[in-house]
């Protein structure tokens, strides 16, 4: 109705939960990064509260779109109205799993097996409850015995529970105090000071297409933050209805006395007085793992009135300190993208709550640049000019080779699947973006691995990734995937070729192709040479993985060249036949460096690897 006239796109002040609205204010990012903590860590149960329409149910489906960008399975449960049967059929409803009957034994097999699956393929369970404070103390029990459902370290399935603080009262209660032993993360919502409620209003004004003239007038903004109080879902009733008088009345801005009628209208003047804005609780209350185990079992209870203020005060100090770090472990796991790049869904907290840039960098996010200003990640390749200037040669690759690409070898599809989510694990305890996949010897199947797990990461929604044929020697990726086989990494260290000019893409999948190029006697040399690790440098924060296939370990020096340009190192061994002591010297070359892991292959021995010719120069594979 108003839109027009205030030259936005769409109504800014719905009540709605949409997540692309959320304010991250300080307090928020805490909440969000302890959220994040907690599920990361497979913590078991993690407690969320907050004062009616301090924006929980939001900060809720910001997560959800997160944990879907982090492939986790969920369940959301958002009536909490349930007997105990009801409640399980939602559960196993959401989880997608079926049982052979409606006992509750036969629901608990079922579901522990799922959680079993879950865990083996690498994948994350959550539980969220909303509303949690309207769940009985019976449910809440059952709820309780479901984080039993572990592993001897970990927990198979995380749970996150949201509500009024009416909860937090109720697990007061000496029958719930089991259940209170069980939170090991708190994190809490609050109402927004005078400072973020202006920036509340102009942030929700601009996500919906304001142009920057002034819509409220700054005595208006300021009554809005004096009758809501700082409650972000009352601060929109305010501002719609402000918005549409204004509208009917033809004003522009908003004027302070239409805010002050909009509030007798909805008799706003009565509202109870609600808690001042605070970052944390105590740090006891809030990261268990964090505090001393004296100091949690003495929180269990309520906390003296004397202790009050040096929580609040240690309680901030201690969860800056941690929101900090968790930040500082997101950006080294998470891609520097630059901000044309980035997407509102890759990233727990797409955007900071202040634009001076000074808060947008929360876990993993980068300022976005104005107009004709360079990034200061400029140096990075751009993703839209990449896709623009590669070239697109339609491969056709080898059905027998590539494990997606037939029925009959769904099985073997399936464990590169468990190995992507086992790395994509691995990269949440250290930064791993650039993989090397290597061999004792020639005939492993390093190149099978590496154009499998490449296709498994690619064929996940909105995933890149590059794989690199780093065998100068005798290269046969090309062969495999049906692309050509220059210009390619040869052409681009000679200074023959630019990167545009050697990486090739799928124009389906976001599988992206750089061929070794023509074979050279001296790989070494070019490997070793300061274009490599530029290259490198320049393609991993565009893509989630990078996969360099690389020569044998033995009896060529390659790899060891290579490995010191990525971040971690895989190293094939085919299952039963690979000489022990062969295999151990191998690992021993990375071991202390950057070795990842092993990965069995128990893939048929190819003949033609003996066109290998131990790269004594002469016979190499040139098909």
């Not at 049982?99 to 079993?116: A, E, F």
């Not at 990726?477 to 023959?496: D, F, I, K, N, Q």
Request: hydrophobic share 40%.
């Amino acid at each position: 109705m108003y839109e027009k006239f205030f030259g936005l796109r769409e109504s800014p002040f719905n009540v709605n939960p949409d997540p692309r609205y959320l304010f991250l204010t300080p307090s928020t990012q805490e909440a969000l990064a302890s959220l994040a903590y907690g599920i990361r860590g497979r913590k078991g149960i993690i407690l969320l509260t907050g004062e009616v329409g301090t924006g929980k149910t939001t900060l809720l489906n910001r997560l959800l779109d997160w944990l879907r960008h982090e492939q986790a399975v969920t369940a959301f449960i958002f009536n909490t109205r349930l007997s105990v049967t009801e409640f399980f059929d939602c559960l196993t409803a959401d989880f997608g799993i079926s049982c052979q009957s409606p006992s509750k034994s036969h629901v608990l097999l079922g579901l522990n097996r799922w959680l079993l699956d879950r865990y083996r393929a690498g994948e994350t369970a959550v539980l969220i409850v909303d509303e949690a404070q309207n769940l009985s103390q019976q449910l809440l029990e059952e709820i309780r015995l479901l984080s039993n459902l572990e592993t001897s370290t970990e927990k198979l399935l995380q749970i996150v529970l949201s509500g009024q603080p009416e909860l937090e009262e109720k697990l007061k209660h000496a029958q719930l105090r089991q259940f209170r032993q069980r939170i090991t993360v708190r994190a809490r919502t609050g109402p927004l000071s005078l400072q973020e409620t202006h920036g509340y209003i102009a942030e929700r004004l601009r996500i919906a297409g304001a142009n920057g003239e002034p819509i409220f007038a700054p005595g208006a903004v300021e009554s809005v933050y004096n009758y809501a109080r700082g409650i972000p879902r009352v601060i929109n009733v305010l501002c719609e209805h402000a918005l549409i008088n204004s509208f009917a009345d033809q004003q522009r801005p908003v004027p302070t006395h239409l805010v002050d009628e909009v509030a007798r209208e909805f008799e706003l003047g009565s509202l109870e007085p609600t808690t001042q804005p605070t970052s944390t609780a105590c740090p006891e209350n809030t990261l268990a793992a964090e505090s001393p185990l004296e100091d949690f079992i003495g929180s269990i209870g309520a906390v003296p009135s004397a202790r009050l203020d040096h929580c609040g005060t240690q309680g901030r100090e201690r969860m800056s300190r941690i929101h900090e770090a968790l930040k500082r472990a997101e950006q080294e796991r998470a891609p520097i993208q630059s901000a044309n790049e980035a997407k509102p869904s890759d990233s727990l907290l797409a955007e900071g709550a202040h634009r001076d840039g000074g808060e947008w960098s929360a876990l993993g996010m980068v300022s976005p640049v104005g107009p004709g200003i360079e990034s200061p990640n400029s140096h990075h390749l751009r993703l839209d000019e990449l896709r623009r200037r590669c070239a697109t040669p339609g491969w056709k690759l080898n059905p027998d080779y590539a494990v997606f690409c037939k029925q009959s070898l769904a099985v073997c599809a399936e464990q590169f699947r468990t190995l992507r989510s086992r790395l994509y694990r691995l990269r949440d305890k250290q930064p791993v973006r650039t993989l090397l996949v290597t061999s004792a010897v020639p005939g492993e199947g390093k190149t099978f691995v590496s154009l499998n797990l490449a296709l498994a990461i690619a064929r996940q929604h909105e995933r890149r990734a590059l794989l690199i044929d780093g065998d100068l020697r005798a290269s046969r990726l090309h062969v495999r995937m049906g692309a050509p086989s220059a210009p390619g990494l040869t052409e681009y260290l000679r200074g023959e070729a630019d990167e545009f000019s050697i990486i090739q893409a799928d124009s389906k999948d976001d599988l992206f192709f750089i061929p070794a190029g023509r074979s050279v006697l001296n790989p070494a040399e070019l490997l070793a040479d300061n274009r490599m690790k530029v290259l490198i440098d320049r393609m991993a924060p565009v893509f989630d993985w990078v996969i360099v296939d690389a020569p044998p370990v033995h009896p060529v020096g390659d790899a060891g060249v290579l490995a010191g340009l990525c971040d971690g190192v895989i190293v094939v061994v085919r299952a039963k036949l690979t000489a022990y002591d062969l295999v151990q010297t191998t690992l021993q070359e990375f071991r202390g460096k950057n070795l990842l892991g092993v990965v069995l292959n128990g893939a048929d021995e190819e003949a033609t690897y003996g066109a290998y010719s131990y790269y004594a120069g002469y016979g190499m594979d040139r098909k």
